[in-house]
């Protein structure tokens, strides 16, 4: 027979770990449950097939898709970030969108939130002539946050909205997880 | 009573895997069938590529540094006082139980991957066709701006020949002593990829001469669409064997390149789609996972198995070797691969190998867990029978590779950390965790049968030999 003691210290290791796991799964379900609509933007299904790395967030709206998704590690010069063209063809997930992509012009330097990086603008081959996307490539010591959005990237009011948006909570607030909490 | 309660807390906590096996300063080092010869700091810099090189009655190791760190970007040179870029260490290892530290090289100003001088080959004049007789040629990269040759046949007073600069990176080259062939792996302005090849007659290693640059169709200058993925390094069979094996991927989208050398060394150069394929006779895709950091050939492996069969008793095959980047295990596992190439046009993967994790808890003990790379020396005592493998916090690794379907650990070493053993950081909750754990990067092997492996973690330079039965393996009395 326990004694009251024994059932008392019992207890408390019982709640302890059952609000351990509480938390647990909480943290998971609000991961799950990251907002699905915000200003305009539909969360949509990771669209690419699996590859090396984590699947990214896919997000429909104002005429655009919008595709980001941290790179753990892939950055190639972790001092100096991404200051080449050639990187921003090379790191981002243009080739899953159109693997004829063809660059419109050289890139710009572009900041998303306090990430430094570069974007450039092309032209999708395979989806039609007039297809265009905006691949952005900003990075945080050795890890790489890329984004593309397609649709009428020409309209620079059009990528300001979507860079608004790439520094939205929903989006934020999931890619410092996934780096650590910065 | 209270007892009871702490084991209902404290058993899930254990199981759960809190029961880490983490280094600490003093403990020994974890070794079967291998011990520690002798040992050397190299000054607490951060190790990437040893090689041993025979001159005269000496042995010497030349080792390539990555940069500095965030603590110590130039750690002090302790023969001449003075702080130095991280760069190439050269060491007389003739008495591997003393070894001698006769020279640091300082390399390009930098941190970590952005500087030092992490590559390093050696030949001796007398074997290159064109080189100074008297002369030992020591080829190096210079951080991610050149490629160098240095006169070392006084190791202690190496002096300078060459440059083939103007790059925006290097990495694992490979130089053939008996032609002066060398394949560097370089950074070229327009190259849509970090690293490609550029391939140099170095036969007359003062007057270097360029043949061409190589890489996959689609990274050319100039090309669009999809760019496939960077080099890594390769290894030459030289016009005997008439093959080099490119790795590609590092540690994600990795691929085997097989390339015929003399349609390599003399087809079309200029770098178009058509002139990038010519020279290849088959590749061989690894999963997004895995990457190709070494690709190590052993040709026409007898297979004990096959003897009897009227075919493919031998088998050709390439030892691929991922690299782990991540710390902590925030990676799928990298390891070590077996492909039979046998059929050029249709090569297979036929076994693979990694040190058990639960072994040592090694995802737990702080820094990377995984395969960096293999030796690379084909002198014949441990050619084709073990391979040793460095694998970061594991340390190195003997493998008996002699049935290559069915790859066996003989032995192991991890070294014993120090106080200039480096930290490694993982990031969670918006704070570095840290903590330090032997990151053994690189091995190499000399004729004599000593194993050299190096630290990322600036632990220094540990020379080995075999006991027991790894010993008997490699034939060694």
Sequence with gaps: MLSRR??????????????????????????????????????????????????????????????????????????????????????????????????????????????????????????????????????????LVVAIVVGNVADEKLRRTARRFLEADPVQDWINGQLGER | MMRLALLIVGAPILAGGAVAQQQKIGDPPEASNMRLVGWNDLQGRSAYQPTIHRQGDRWIAYIGHHGGTDAVAAPINSLTGKAEPNGTSIVDVTDPANPRYLHHLPGQEGKYESGGAQMVRVCDGATLPKGDRRAVYMLRTF????????????????????????????????????????????????????????????????????????????????AVGAVPTELHGPISTGPGGNRVYFGYG??????????????????????????????????????????????FPLPQMPIAEFAHDSEGAKRDIVMVVDEAIQNECREARQMVWFADVSIEARPMM?????????????????????????????????????????????????????????PMEIGYFIPAITDKTDKRCVRGGGQDRCRTAIQTNNVETDARGYVYIVDRANTGLHILELTGPARTVAGLK
């Design chain 2, 350 to 406: 036929i076994s693979n190998w990694t040190v058990p994790e639960a072994s040592g808890h090694f995802c737990q003990r702080g820094g990377r867990f995984g395969a960096h790379s293999s030796n690379e020396s084909m002198d014949p005592i441990f050619y084709r029978k073990l391979a040793f493998i460095a694998f970061f916090n594991a340390g190195v690794r003997a493998l008996d590779i002699r049935d290559p379907y069915h």
């Design chain 1, 6 to 143: 024994t059932l008392l210290y019992a207890a408390f290791a019982a709640v302890f770990l059952i609000a351990t796991a509480a938390f647990s799964a909480y943290v998971r379900w609000d991961v799950a449950h990251t907002p699905r609509q915000y200003d305009g933007w539909q969360r949509i299904a990771w669209p690419f097939p699996r590859d090396g790395w984590d699947e990214g967030q896919a997000w429909r709206g104002h005429g655009l898709e919008l595709y980001v998704r941290p790179k753990l590690g892939f950055c190639g010069n972790c001092d100096t970030g991404v200051v080449e063209d050639s990187e921003v063809d090379r790191v981002t997930d243009i080739d899953l969108v159109d693997p004829l992509f063809v660059p419109l012009a050289p890139g710009q330097r572009i900041h998303v939130t306090d990430l430094v990086g570069r974007s450039r603008l092309y032209r999708l081959r395979s989806r039609g002539a007039a297809q265009l996307a905006e691949a952005i490539a900003v990075s945080y010591r050795c890890d």
């Design chain 2, 250 to 295: 590092t540690d994600k989208g990795g691929m085997l390149q097989i390339v015929d050398r003399e349609k390599l060394l003399k087809g079309p150069a200029a770098p178009t789609d058509d002139n990038l394929r010519y020279p290849e006779v088959g590749r061989l895709l690894m999963s997004a996972w895995n990457g190709a950091h070494t690709t």
């Design chain 2, 143 to 222: 951080g991610s701006e050149a490629h160098e040759i240095w006169n070392v046949a006084d190791p202690a007073n190496p002096a300078l020949v060459t440059r083939i600069a103007g790059l925006k990176d290097t990495h694992k080259s490979w130089w053939e002593c008996d032609t002066g062939i060398a394949y560097l792996v370089s950074g070229v302005p327009d190259w849509r990829v970090r690293r490609m090849t550029q391939v140099y007659d170095l036969s007359d290693p003062a007057h270097p001469v360029k043949i061409r640059d190589f890489g996959l169709a689609g990274q050319q200058p100039g």
